[in-house]
Nanobody, 129 residues
Framework: QAQLMESGGGSVQAGGSLRLSCVAS????????MAWFRQADGKGREGLAV????????DYADSVKGRFTISQDNTRNTMYLQMNSLKPEDTAMYYC??????????????????????WGRGTQVTVGS
Protein backbone atom coordinates (compact mmCIF):
# COMPACT_ATOMS: atom_id res chain seq x y z
CA GLN A 1 0.00 0.00 0.00
CA ALA A 2 1.46 3.33 -1.03
CA GLN A 3 1.84 5.98 1.63
CA LEU A 4 2.25 9.72 1.26
CA MET A 5 3.17 12.09 4.05
CA GLU A 6 3.00 15.88 3.90
CA SER A 7 4.91 18.33 6.04
CA GLY A 8 5.77 22.02 6.11
CA GLY A 9 2.41 23.57 6.89
CA GLY A 10 1.99 26.29 9.48
CA SER A 11 0.83 29.84 10.11
CA VAL A 12 2.14 32.80 8.13
CA GLN A 13 1.13 36.38 7.49
CA ALA A 14 -0.25 37.51 4.15
CA GLY A 15 2.54 37.99 1.64
CA GLY A 16 4.68 35.34 3.27
CA SER A 17 5.95 32.01 1.95
CA LEU A 18 5.88 28.35 2.89
CA ARG A 19 7.30 25.22 1.32
CA LEU A 20 5.36 21.98 1.64
CA SER A 21 6.97 18.57 1.22
CA CYS A 22 5.44 15.21 0.37
CA VAL A 23 7.44 12.02 0.87
CA ALA A 24 6.06 9.06 -1.05
CA SER A 25 6.68 5.43 -0.13
CA UNK A 26 5.82 4.26 -3.63
CA UNK A 27 7.95 3.25 -6.53
CA UNK A 28 8.75 6.49 -8.30
CA UNK A 29 7.76 5.32 -11.76
CA UNK A 30 8.28 7.64 -14.66
CA UNK A 31 4.59 7.21 -15.43
CA UNK A 32 3.40 8.69 -12.14
CA UNK A 33 1.49 11.90 -11.66
CA MET A 34 1.96 13.66 -8.36
CA ALA A 35 -0.25 16.55 -7.36
CA TRP A 36 -1.15 19.03 -4.65
CA PHE A 37 -4.71 19.71 -3.59
CA ARG A 38 -6.28 21.82 -0.86
CA GLN A 39 -9.56 21.89 0.96
CA ALA A 40 -10.84 24.88 2.89
CA ASP A 41 -13.54 24.59 5.52
CA GLY A 42 -16.91 24.01 3.91
CA LYS A 43 -15.50 23.73 0.40
CA GLY A 44 -14.60 20.95 -2.01
CA ARG A 45 -11.10 19.69 -2.69
CA GLU A 46 -9.32 21.91 -5.21
CA GLY A 47 -6.51 20.80 -7.51
CA LEU A 48 -3.57 23.20 -7.42
CA ALA A 49 -0.59 21.76 -9.27
CA VAL A 50 0.52 18.52 -10.87
CA UNK A 51 3.89 17.16 -11.97
CA UNK A 52 4.66 14.22 -14.23
CA UNK A 53 7.45 12.40 -12.47
CA UNK A 54 8.97 11.08 -15.69
CA UNK A 55 9.28 14.34 -17.62
CA UNK A 56 8.99 16.96 -14.91
CA UNK A 57 6.19 18.64 -16.85
CA UNK A 58 3.94 20.73 -14.64
CA ASP A 59 0.51 22.30 -14.74
CA TYR A 60 -1.23 24.71 -12.39
CA ALA A 61 -4.68 25.90 -11.48
CA ASP A 62 -5.30 29.53 -12.40
CA SER A 63 -5.79 30.39 -8.73
CA VAL A 64 -2.13 29.70 -7.91
CA LYS A 65 -0.34 30.17 -11.22
CA GLY A 66 2.63 32.50 -10.79
CA ARG A 67 2.62 32.17 -6.97
CA PHE A 68 3.05 28.42 -6.37
CA THR A 69 5.73 26.14 -7.82
CA ILE A 70 5.63 22.34 -7.82
CA SER A 71 8.88 20.39 -8.02
CA GLN A 72 10.31 16.97 -7.27
CA ASP A 73 13.44 15.26 -6.04
CA ASN A 74 13.35 11.80 -7.57
CA THR A 75 16.34 10.66 -5.54
CA ARG A 76 14.34 11.21 -2.36
CA ASN A 77 10.85 10.28 -3.65
CA THR A 78 9.82 13.74 -2.55
CA MET A 79 7.60 16.38 -4.07
CA TYR A 80 7.48 20.02 -3.04
CA LEU A 81 5.12 22.97 -3.26
CA GLN A 82 6.74 26.37 -2.89
CA MET A 83 4.05 28.89 -2.01
CA ASN A 84 4.82 32.59 -2.29
CA SER A 85 2.71 35.74 -1.90
CA LEU A 86 0.29 33.86 0.31
CA LYS A 87 -3.20 35.27 0.82
CA PRO A 88 -5.79 34.64 3.55
CA GLU A 89 -7.87 32.76 0.99
CA ASP A 90 -5.04 30.23 0.68
CA THR A 91 -5.91 29.01 4.18
CA ALA A 92 -6.79 25.31 3.90
CA MET A 93 -5.66 21.76 4.52
CA TYR A 94 -3.15 20.84 1.83
CA TYR A 95 -2.87 17.30 0.50
CA CYS A 96 -0.51 15.50 -1.82
CA UNK A 97 -1.75 12.74 -4.10
CA UNK A 98 -0.36 10.25 -6.57
CA UNK A 99 -1.51 8.04 -9.40
CA UNK A 100 0.22 5.82 -11.93
CA UNK A 101 -0.43 5.88 -15.66
CA UNK A 102 -0.38 9.65 -15.88
CA UNK A 103 -0.55 9.74 -19.66
CA UNK A 104 -4.04 8.20 -19.61
CA UNK A 105 -5.52 11.40 -18.23
CA UNK A 106 -6.25 14.77 -19.77
CA UNK A 107 -4.84 18.00 -18.38
CA UNK A 108 -8.20 18.70 -16.76
CA UNK A 109 -8.43 15.25 -15.19
CA UNK A 110 -4.95 15.57 -13.67
CA UNK A 111 -6.22 18.42 -11.50
CA UNK A 112 -9.30 16.56 -10.30
CA UNK A 113 -9.23 14.63 -7.02
CA UNK A 114 -11.17 11.65 -8.40
CA UNK A 115 -8.19 10.83 -10.65
CA UNK A 116 -5.86 10.05 -7.75
CA UNK A 117 -5.51 6.71 -6.00
CA UNK A 118 -3.15 7.62 -3.17
CA TRP A 119 -3.45 10.44 -0.66
CA GLY A 120 -1.62 11.85 2.29
CA ARG A 121 -3.35 12.98 5.47
CA GLY A 122 -2.76 16.65 4.87
CA THR A 123 -0.92 19.57 6.43
CA GLN A 124 -2.67 22.74 7.58
CA VAL A 125 -1.77 26.13 6.13
CA THR A 126 -3.17 29.24 7.80
CA VAL A 127 -2.58 32.70 6.35
CA GLY A 128 -3.34 35.70 8.53
CA SER A 129 -4.40 39.06 7.17
Amino acid sequence: QAQLMESGGGSVQAGGSLRLSCVASITWYSSNCMAWFRQADGKGREGLAVIRTGTGATDYADSVKGRFTISQDNTRNTMYLQMNSLKPEDTAMYYCAAVTGCSMFTDLQRLQPITYAYWGRGTQVTVGS
